[in-house]
């Protein structure tokens, strides 16, 4: 069974870094496409950014898009978020998550559609403070 583990959230100050992790573990996911996901209290789960099995092809959110870097370590079987420039609207629970068939032609329309991924980590919480 395929388990999901993020860790690296924290509180960061307004314009500070942090680099999320997704450790994948009972098979590799080398070649599935995964995303990170984050939710604020009282918002609907939205897609942050994914990316192919390859690396070849991301999505990025409008709202994330020049501050955060998606990239995967198939070595570690590991996935993370770069996320530099922080704001205060980043402030979620961040989520990462795999498909579920390995191989799959990805596109961006592929990534980030919530309906892909099959496979969902607990969460990690990021707070950006002013």
């Known amino acids: 069974q395929v388990q999901l583990v993020e860790s690296g959230g924290g509180l960061v100050q307004v314009g500070g870094s942090l680099r999320l992790s997704c450790a994948a573990s009972?098979?590799?996911?080398?070649?599935?496409?995964m995303g990170w996901f984050r939710q604020a209290p009282g918002k609907e789960r939205e897609i942050v950014s994914g990316?192919?099995?390859?690396?070849?092809?991301?999505y990025y959110a409008d709202s994330v898009k020049g501050r955060f870097t998606i990239s995967r370590d198939s070595t570690k079987n590991t996935m993370y978020l770069q996320m530099n420039s922080l704001k205060p609207e980043d402030t979620a629970v961040y989520y990462c998550a795999a498909d579920r068939t390995p191989g799959m032609f990805e596109t961006t329309s592929y990534l980030r559609q919530e309906a892909t991924y099959d496979y969902w980590g607990q969460g990690t919480q990021v707070t950006v403070s002013s």
């Open positions: 990316i192919n099995w390859s690396g070849s092809t991301t």
């Open positions: 009972g098979r590799t996911l080398s070649r599935n496409a």
